[in-house]
C-alpha cells in the first residue's frame, strides 16, 4: 500500500517539473555570433529580433546544444566549439534575414504560434525536462536509448498528437509509444495546461512534413492509381508518422532508417504499441533498418538493397519513393547531409525510379533561407525545389523536392 502515495508524490513531483519546464521551454535564447564568437542576448523574443537574428528555435538548435554539453550555463553559452553540431559554423550575424518569423509559419500551417518567454526561463527549462527525462523513463521496459533528443521529441509528438485543435492530432498513437504510468502527465485530458513551447515548436516541422507527404501523394494519385508509394524516413528516431501515414492509407509501405540501438528499442516499442492498439497487429508496420548515416558506403548499400527490384522484370508493381528528413542532419558529420541528399537522388535514378524529398532539417550550404542557395544545394545533389519554407533555428530548412531526371 505504501507503494501509492509514493507512487502520487513522484507523479505530482514530474507534473511540476514537467509543467516548469515546459512552461519555461518556449524561451529560447538568441544569439548573434561573428565568426567564431556567441553571444547570447536576453530578453524577450521580438518578432522584428527574430526574422534578423540567429533565434534559437528547436530541439535540434537547443537542446542538442546542450544534450551535448550540458554541464553548465557557461558552457550553454558557447556555440564556438567546432565537436558540438555541424551547423554552428553557419551562424553568422548577416545571414539570417531571409527567415520569416516563427509566427508566420505557424500562421502558415495553421498552426497555433509557439509562446514568448525569456532566455533565463529556456535555460532552466531544459536542464529540468533532460533531469526529468530518466525518471519518466525509469519503468519503462522498453528502455529506448536517449539518441541526440529523440525521447525529448518523442514526447513532445505526443504533446501534440494529443491535441484535437492541432494538424497533426494522432489520436493519441505518439502517445501510445511512451511509457505507462508516466505518459499520463502528456495526456489528452492534462495537455492544455502546458503552454505552447518546445512542442509547439516542433509541431511545427511535423505539420510541413505531414502536408508535405499529403501532397506529393495527391499529385501521385492523379497521375496514377496503381503506383505503389513507399515512405523512407531518414533518422527517424521515435517517430510514428510511418505508422501513422499506413494506418490513413497514404502509403503503401514504410521504411525507417536510424543508429542499431535505436532500431532495437524502436522494435519493443512497437511491440507494445500493438499490444495498446490491437488493430495495428493485423497491419504491415514500418520496416527497421539499422545504418549509420556516417558511413555513407553502408547507407547505399542498404538504400540499394530498399529499391532493387524496382526496375526488375519482376517487379508486379510501379513504385514512387519519398524519403523524408527530420532534424537528423545537425546530428552528422561535415559533408554527410549533402551526401545523403546525392545518395538518395542517385539510387532512385539509378533505379529508374520516381521520387520526392520533404525536409524539415538543417542543410549544408546554406546559411540562412535564401532560396537560391537552397535551390543549388538540391540541385547539384539530385533534387529540384518545388517548395521553400525556411523557418529560424538550426533546423531550419523546411521543403519539399521532386527527383531530378537528369543531373546537372
Ligand atoms: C532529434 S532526433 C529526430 C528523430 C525524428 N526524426 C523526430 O523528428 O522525432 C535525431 C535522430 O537522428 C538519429 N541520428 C543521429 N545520428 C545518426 C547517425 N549517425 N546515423 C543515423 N541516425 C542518426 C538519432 O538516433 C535520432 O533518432
Known sequence: MKTIPTITV???AALWILYVDAFTHHCRPMYSINGN?????????????ATSSNQIQDEGDSASLLGKNQSSPSEFRSLSQPT????ERYYNATNNSSLPSPIEIANRLNIQPTKEASSQEWQRAWKTHKR???LLHSTDRCKPPDSSLNIACMWWKALSGNDKSSPVYDDGLAYDLLPSVWRKLVSSKVRRFYPRLHHGNVELRTAYLDKCVRDIVQEVRVNSNTTKIRLVCMGA????????LLERGWVDTVVELDLPNVVDAKKRLFQRLQKRRPLLRGMELPTLIPSDFNDMADVKVKLEALLKDDDTAA????WFTIFVFEGVMIYLDEGIPSALLNVSSTVLRDKKGKGALCLADRLENVPGGDPEAGILELESNGWKIIDWSPK?????????ARLLLHEG
Not at 84 to 87: D, E, F, K, Y
Open 392 to 400: 529560424p533555428g538550426l533546423a531550419r530548412h523546411m521543403l519539399s
Open 37 to 49: 564568437n556567441a553571444r547570447r542576448i536576453s530578453g524577450p523574443i521580438s518578432q522584428a529580433a
Open 10 to 12: 513522484f507523479c505530482t
Open 132 to 134: 526529468l527525462i530518466p
Open 237 to 244: 528516431g521515435y517517430d510514428t508518422r510511418g505508422i501513422k
Open 84 to 87: 558540438m553540431i555541424r551547423g
Open 315 to 318: 517487379a508486379q508493381e510501379e
